[in-house]
């Protein structure tokens, strides 16, 4: 801690002593990551020499606003009507920084800084379709999750958060139509012309409804002949707006929505929000939770890299592959069934632990599954991964170097398969995970094939932490006794009145989380998914950001379809390993 | 009345086994995939067929507006009449062959040409994008295919000294010919499963790239024919390559009938077995490994063979 502290100080005062003690103002309390405001005038050139100046804080891990409008604890912030965080990731010294913008009006403007990070292009637009702030200077600044057609920005406080709070939804048929036609791809919109020289171009529409989109995912593609031009992604087909439903659910009662934002990854998703509120109401998980949370974590790796593998065989066009992995999925999922109850999205973390103690015998099960489970593995690698034809369709497809990775936020296997071995689980450890040995299998390419390949060795791996927590589980509490844990351990609330009122309070009104602003992180089936909550000291978070990795990773596919064949993006899409929730959110 | 009798038995048996071929491969597929397949219509599921052709026959016959009616009506019923067509020289056995034509394998290979139409006539008269790579990609690997397929051929027929089919399985009494002849039993294999379009070279109808390529706009029968022309076409493929390359209906023991149908079955299977086991190549590989490979060691075969018999008289 105090390592980083001294990092913090020392490059705050190297920004300061550059760019003047009246345009930077500290902020403090933001937990590890180090957080300042910055002057309108000087965010350029202070991102710019973040980039390139000697830290190298070359990924742009998040760029979201807030709207500040009815906050009411703003003493350790500038008076601002909304603001935009930049935050920005060192890979090379595994250090965050956050940068806030602050901005006056009901529909303020600030400089677009797609020009300094490919990936601030979509952050961008998603912020004015849900803010209404305009980026000048953008290319494209068109709305990207909600439709076309969409009238207002949900994320703004005065938007309704209920449906009730808005009259009945009806469409007609000319609505229908006008909706349709909206949604009509025209090339002229994204700068694409309709012929060149020597050729007329074809546009094609692959999506939303496509057997190998994975998902509600549409991408408009300029073709010459099978040849890719250009391509268009449209995304927001998935948008649930959980961030908008984050407002108004309890902290507790946010935790089910968690799991479906990364519909494969179970409880994986529950664990950063957890840490998150956590880290804000300062509790410490006993150890057992901890063991609880990280085996079922790596289970739940296990089962999303399972479908991942059997759909990126099953795109290559081998049938047989994902009906084998189904099986052991299944297994798994007997296994997840019978600890946490459900299958798919057990919603199972809790805050201050988990949800209950581990069954009986379910170390037997576990170690049925890891003892069968690594040989499967191997028929697999000899199955797909030394197939002939698959490494004929996926080897030098879809290849970018970790350079290019960084500037387009890729993180997960995606960047690992560049030979960066950047990983939060050994990078900057939570929940215990410093105690496990474990590898982050890296591989040079960056291509498709390479990005399956670390996935599957990361299956063999996740094997190796589950065998370590089976081995070494340790005796106690499965929550904290913190009075902010939710529901409260129920036998000490029938002991006195005072934990009485805290579990009853806890439990029908919801936690009360003090004023404070976290952010965490963690190494999420597909990538970094991170939690930055902002809490206004009551019993719904103000605001929660979710960064997901998909949505990145997806921005980048024109980048990487252009000059290939329509089934080479087809494996580049299968290997990106995306879900369409993931990214809309 | 005999002469009548046969092929209406024939057609209809054959019509028969690829409905049935249906059902088979999903159960195939199923025990290779470690999971049931359709196993709830009947006894071990054998009424699925039934199932599947009432479904069939009573779904909307939808003509999108778009589409060129009358050749997207054509179409489908090309790809049926050809196969079928195809099996009147299929020497069956010693007594069940319907014609016996001199020619009768050049007449297997314009068949197969013919059927080209049916997807390319598909594909364009669709109007569709999805249905137009399909087509394309189609008309280019069949194309292609065909040239290796009819060069392969050649040697069997160098060495049988016949075009007939019947006199080219009594070639085989001494000795079957994938022994002389396996490399153009190989690439008559792979150009079989090009020309059938089945995985892994069912690029014409690859679901994860083109939706369901020439079909894509096809509904109700008119989608039927096409998968029973399918069918048919791997029936057809079978029945060739036991006739060319396994001695067609010879065998110790029982009735040549059975030799037959026996030997087709094997062949059959393993045409399933593939679509279960390989990955599909992309468009521009399955073409110059067509072009690179295929024709070059096809003209090999040819005159190697040719100077063989040469050598030998």
């Given amino acids: ?585 | 009345m005999h002469e009548l009798v046969t092929p209406v038995i024939i057609l209809l048996i054959l019509l028969l086994s690829a409905a049935t071929l249906t059902w088979v491969e999903r159960r195939i597929l199923g025990l290779w995939q470690d999971r049931y397949g359709p196993n709830r219509v009947g006894p071990f599921g054998l009424l699925q067929v039934v199932a599947d052709m009432i479904k069939l026959f009573t779904k909307e016959d939808w003509i999108p507006p778009f589409a060129d009616k009358v050749i997207f009506v054509i179409a489908p019923m090309i790809v049926m009449i050809m196969m079928l067509l195809g099996f009147a020289i299929i020497p069956f056995s010693p007594q069940l062959q319907i014609v016996d034509f001199d020619n009768g394998l050049l007449f297997f290979l314009a068949i197969s040409s013919l059927s080209v139409y049916s997807v390319m006539l598909a594909g364009f008269s669709s109007n569709s994008k999805y249905a137009l790579f399909g087509a394309l990609r189609a008309t280019a690997q069949m194309i292609s295919y065909e040239v290796f397929m009819g060069l392969s051929v050649m040697g069997v027929v160098i060495l049988s000294g016949s075009f007939s089919l019947r006199e080219i399985v009594e070639a085989q009494s001494e000795q079957w010919f994938f022994i002389p002849q396996i490399v153009a039993l190989g690439i008559f294999i792979i150009a079989g499963i090009a020309e059938s379009h089945r995985a892994p070279f069912d690029l014409p109808e690859a679901e994860h790239e083109i939706v369901a390529g020439f079909h894509t706009e096809y509904s109700s029968m008119k989608f039927g024919m096409f998968f029973i022309g399918e069918y048919l076409g791997v029936i057809l493929i079978s029945a060739m390559i036991v006739t060319l390359f396994f001695g067609g209906w010879q065998g110790p023991f029982l009735p040549p009938i059975l030799w037959f149908l026996l030997k087709t079955s094997v062949f059959v299977l393993f045409f399933i077995l593939l679509r279960a086991a390989t990955p599909r190549p992309r468009y521009d590989q399955l073409m110059s490994f067509g072009w690179k490979y295929m024709l070059p060691l096809a003209l090999l075969n040819l005159l190697l063979t040719g100077a063989y018999r040469l050598w030998t008289q």
């Fill in chain 1, 1 to 585: 801690m105090t390592e980083g502290s001294d990092k913090k100080q020392q490059l705050l005062s190297a920004i300061t002593q550059k760019f003047g003690e009246q345009f930077i103002t500290e902020q403090v309390g933001c937990g590890r990551v180090l957080t300042f405001w910055v002057a309108q005038t000087q965010l350029q050139q202070v991102l710019c020499y973040l980039r390139d100046g000697p830290d190298k804080y070359l990924m742009l891990v998040d760029l979201y606003a807030v709207d500040e409008r009815l906050r009411q604890h703003t003493s350790d912030q500038p008076n601002c009507d909304f603001s935009i965080i930049y935050q920005l990731l060192s890979v090379q010294h595994n250090f965050d920084i956050r940068i806030k913008l602050a901005l006056i009006g009901d529909y303020p403007t600030a400089a677009s800084i797609s020009t300094l990070w490919q990936n601030a292009n979509w952050y961008e637009r998603e912020i004015w379709d849900m803010y209404g702030i305009v980026f000048t200077g953008h290319p494209l600044l068109k709305r990207i999750l909600t439709p076309p057609t969409f009238v207002g920005h949900p994320l703004r406080k005065e938007f309704p958060c209920r449906a009730t709070e808005q009259p009945p939804f009806s469409m007609n048929e000319e609505q229908l139509e006008a909706e349709q036609q909206a949604l009509k791809f025209d090339p002229a919109d994204w700068g694409m012309s309709r012929q060149s020289a020597d050729s007329d171009f074809m546009y094609l529409n692959l999506g939303p409804n496509h057997p190998s989109v994975h998902g509600v995912f549409r991408i408009a593609l300029q073709l010459n002949g099978e040849r890719i031009i250009d391509a268009a992604p449209d995304i927001g087909y998935h948008h649930r707006g959980a961030e908008k439903i984050a407002e108004r659910q309890t902290w507790h009662g946010f935790i089910p929505y968690t799991d479906r934002i990364d519909y494969l990854g179970g409880v994986m998703n529950n664990l950063p929000y957890v840490l998150a509120i956590e880290q804000m109401a300062k509790i410490e998980v006993p150890e057992r939770a901890q063991c609880i949370r990280v085996m079922l974590s790596e289970c739940f790796r296990i089962l999303s890299h399972m479908l991942f593998y059997g759909t990126f065989a099953q795109d290559l066009g081998q049938l047989s592959t994902i009906f084998y992995l189904f099986i052991d999925r299944e297994k798994l999922f007997g296994i997840i069934e019978a600890i946490t109850g459900a299958r798919m999205h057990p919603s199972w973390f809790r805050i201050g632990g988990v949800a209950q103690d581990l069954p009986q015998g379910w170390d037997k099960m576990i170690r049925e599954f890891i003892d069968y489970f690594p040989a499967r593995l191997d028929e697999y690698d000899v199955l797909t991964m030394e197939n002939s034809i698959i490494k004929k369709r996926t080897v030098g497809i879809g290849q970018y170097s970790s350079k290019e990775a960084l500037e387009w936020g890729v993180t997960g296997a995606g960047l690992r398969a560049t030979g960066m071995d950047f990983d939060l689980r050994k990078a900057r450890p939570y929940s215990g995970y410093q105690q496990y040995e474990f590898e982050i299998p890296t591989a040079d390419n960056g291509d498709c094939y390479d990005r399956c390949w670390v996935r599957v060795q990361e299956m063999r791996q996740s094997l190796k932490i589950i065998r370590q927590c089976l081995d070494n589980m340790p005796a106690g509490a499965y929550k904290a006794s913190h009075p902010l844990t939710t529901p409260p351990m129920i036998d000490k609330s029938k002991q006195d009145i005072e934990t009485q009122i805290q579990h009853f309070l806890n439990v029908s009104w919801g936690p009360v989380m003090p004023p404070a602003e976290s952010f965490v992180a963690v190494e999420a089936t597909k990538g970094i998914n991170g939690y930055t909550l902002y809490s206004d000291g009551s019993n719904t978070s103000y605001r929660t950001r979710i960064r997901t990795p998909s949505f990145p990773h997806l921005q980048m596919i024109p980048h990487l379809s252009r000059g290939v064949l329509l089934p080479d993006l087809i494996a580049i899409i299968a290997s990106i390993d995306f879900v369409m929730a993931d990214v809309d959110r």
